[in-house]
């Protein structure tokens, strides 16, 4: 029996799309043999009933067909637009682009423990059993079972040129994405959270080199005179662009994280896979608001320090044949550190250490490059996209339009290729910067040893770090620009949160302000689901 497929969209911009053997809906933009393609045009590419191949589109976008005999799904190589699915009791197949609990909904355990540890769900599982969401780069088959597989591996043969002929063409890929999104965001209210580094200010630099400087605002926050928010000025001032500052202080968090509006938000920015971004979230609400801003496009610098190497330690850079083991831990012990727990996380019968260890035995010959394109890639897949690129949720919730042209599909398939000696520590892409712009970038130093910290403190560093960390964590409440530990009216309130128990286990430690964000929000979501 033939199992339908029924649709639960939120996004006003899932617009229907029909065509030979298919009907559906597409949101979004690609850009296909030079075309421009969106749902007003889908199917005048795609009209011979064949299946599309996403392989060869670059852009945004998210897309349900329901075919004869299937439905497919596709999410595009950065899963910007999110997509889930399961069974209901009828057995018929039901789409959404958002997942909130509800009370028939039970808890998956392994999802909720590295939501808590990581700040996102990864795989294809989310934090409600039996609910699924699409990955990055992924098509996804329902039929009488569901059947997956991506379309694109950032794991790849590297390229040997000289650093100027690489930072030459990388000049080349940004004028070029530039170039595109001037011609389709023409007329468009540009909005750019303009921090103190390096990627909003490529956006910046090559917006204003567009003559676009009337078309955008920019924006920033944080205590007063934080370091952030001066060079965002000078910045913004240096370019002639229009800059608006919203000071933070604890006060605004409290009355914001207890309020109804936040509770809303996060159960609208996370859908069971990520925590809800908090960072710009006030100031974005402002903004909107001062600005009367009407579908505005906002346009945060994610991540081209990631694609640039920014992730990369040193101990993963060395010329040497890596283990299976070291690998994973290079892994697991960066992306699963929201909060340290008794006895840790790195033991061969944890479901975390042994789903990452599947992943990476899917590799052999496991030198520098490979080990570290490895690396990038599940980080790609998991913590940038449910994590740093789900944060544009936060413009949506408040009815506002986004674009990330740092994640450009050319950018992606570029850094692919490049070797790791030019990728640690971002040093091509910070030469390019200079090279581009420099009265707005210093020339990079060639990063090497030095570099590291654990190379510096050898057996000292793992003992050094401990200390330190214990340190700031008592401090931080009083130190962060951010100010965001005012969700803890008082400091004995924040110091009682440091540990808690769950389980039997013993959580301590927390690393961030997303440490605390996932904890409270998982327990928000089981008051829901009981």
Same mark, same amino acid.
């Given at each position: 029996?033939?199992k339908?497929c029924?649709?639960n969209?939120?996004?006003k911009?899932?617009?229907?799309i ?9 949101r ?7 075309q421009?393609?969106t749902?007003?045009n ?5 009209n011979?009933g064949?299946?599309?191949?996403p392989?060869?589109w670059?852009g ?9 005999n299937?439905?497919?799904?596709v ?11 399961t069974?209901n009791?009828s057995n ?5 682009d ?8 039970s ?12 700040g996102?769900v990864?795989?294809?599982k ?14 996804v088959h329902l039929?009488?079972?569901a059947?997956?597989h991506?379309?694109?591996s950032?794991v790849?043969?590297?390229e040997?040129?000289?650093v ?14 530039f170039?595109?999104l001037?011609?389709r ?5 540009i ?7 390096y990627?909003?200010?490529?956006i910046?630099l090559l ?7 009337d078309?955008i605002?920019t ?5 007063p005179?934080?370091?952030?928010a001066?060079v965002s000025?000078e910045?913004a001032d240096?370019?002639g662009l229009?800059?608006?500052?919203f000071a ?6 409290e009355?914001?994280?207890?309020s109804?509006l936040?509770?809303?938000?996060v ?15 006030p ?5 909107v608001e001062?600005?009367s ?12 320090d990631?694609l ?6 040193y101990?993963?850079?060395l010329d040497?044949?890596?283990?299976t ?6 892994i697991?012990l960066k992306?699963?550190?929201?909060w340290? %727990? ?9 479901? $975390? !250490?042994?789903?990452?260890t599947? &992943?990476v035995?899917?590799y =052999?010959?496991?030198t520098?490059?490979?080990?570290t394109s490895?690396m990038d890639?599940?980080?790609?897949k998991?913590r940038?996209a449910?994590?740093?690129i789900n944060?544009v949720?936060?413009?949506e919730?408040f009815?506002?339009?986004w ?12 850094f692919s290729?490049?070797?790791?000696d030019?990728?640690?520590k971002?040093y091509?892409?910070?030469y390019?910067l200079h090279?581009?712009?420099?009265d707005f970038y ?8 030095e570099?590291?910290?654990?190379n ?6 793992p003992l050094l770090?401990k200390?330190?960390r214990?340190k700031?964590l008592?401090? %931080?409440y009083?130190?962060?620009?951010m100010?965001?530990f005012? $969700? !803890?009216?008082?400091y004995k309130? &924040?110091?009682?949160s440091? =540990?808690?128990k769950k ?6 430690n927390?690393?961030n302000i997303?440490s605390f964000?996932v904890?409270?929000m998982i327990?928000m979501?089981?008051?829901i689901t009981?």
């Amino acid at each position: 029996m033939e199992k339908k497929c029924i649709t639960n969209l939120r996004h006003k911009e899932f617009y229907p799309i029909k065509g030979v053997g298919y009907e559906g809906f597409f949101r979004g933009y690609f850009y296909y043999k030079n075309q421009y393609v969106t749902h007003e045009n889908f199917a005048n590419l795609y009209n011979d009933g064949a299946t599309p191949d996403p392989t060869v589109w670059n852009g945004e976008f998210a897309l349900i067909l329901q075919m004869s005999n299937e439905i497919v799904l596709v999410t595009d190589k950065k899963r910007s637009i999110p997509l889930f699915y399961t069974l209901n009791e009828s057995n018929d197949w039901i789409v959404q682009d958002h997942l909130e609990p509800n009370s028939t909904m039970s808890f998956h355990k392994v999802a909720e423990e590295e939501l808590l540890l990581a700040g996102f769900v990864a795989g294809e599982k989310t934090l409600f059993q039996n609910w699924y969401q699409l990955e990055v780069a992924s098509i996804v088959h329902l039929k009488e079972r569901a059947s997956k597989h991506s379309y694109y591996s950032y794991v790849t043969e590297k390229e040997n040129d000289s650093v100027d002929a690489f930072a030459e063409e990388l000049a080349h890929i940004l004028n070029e994405v530039f170039d595109d999104l001037v011609v389709r965001l023409a007329g468009r209210k540009i909005v750019l959270p303009l921090s103190g580094g390096y990627d909003s200010r490529i956006i910046a630099l090559l917006l204003k080199d567009r003559g676009l400087s009337d078309s955008i605002v920019t924006f920033t926050y944080g205590r007063p005179g934080n370091g952030e928010a001066t060079v965002s000025k000078e910045i913004a001032d240096r370019l002639g662009l229009k800059w608006k500052y919203f000071a933070y202080d604890k006060a605004m968090w409290e009355e914001l994280y207890k309020s109804k509006l936040w509770k809303d938000y996060v159960l609208y920015a996370s859908n069971g896979a990520s925590a809800a971004h908090l960072q710009d979230f006030p100031s974005t609400k402002l903004l909107v608001e001062e600005e009367s801003l009407q579908n505005a496009v906002f346009m945060p610098g994610h991540s081209l320090d990631f694609l640039g190497g920014s992730h990369l330690p040193y101990e993963a850079i060395l010329d040497k044949e890596f283990t299976t083991k070291e690998v994973v831990d290079f892994i697991v012990l960066k992306h699963f550190r929201l909060w340290q %727990k008794t006895g840790g996380i790195s033991f061969t019968n944890s479901d $975390i !250490y042994n789903s990452v260890t599947k &992943y990476v035995s899917d590799y =052999t010959n496991l030198t520098n490059e490979r080990v570290t394109s490895i690396m990038d890639e599940w980080n790609w897949k998991e913590r940038q996209a449910k994590f740093i690129i789900n944060s544009v949720r936060v413009y949506e919730y408040f009815d506002q339009d986004w674009s990330m042209p740092l994640w450009d599909d050319r950018l992606i398939h570029f850094f692919s290729k490049i070797p790791v000696d030019l990728k640690y520590k971002k040093y091509l892409y910070d030469y390019t910067l200079h090279k581009m712009y420099p009265d707005f970038y210093p020339y990079p130093q060639k990063p090497g040893p030095e570099n590291s910290l654990r190379n510096k403190y050898g057996l000292l560093y793992p003992l050094l770090r401990k200390i330190y960390r214990k340190k700031n964590l008592y401090r %931080k409440y009083f130190d962060e620009p951010m100010e965001w530990f005012g $969700i !803890y009216p008082t400091y004995k309130q &924040y110091v009682d949160s440091l =540990t808690f128990k769950k389980d039997g286990q013993k959580y301590s430690n927390p690393y961030n302000i997303n440490s605390f964000i996932v904890k409270d929000m998982i327990e928000m979501m089981k008051e829901i689901t009981k």
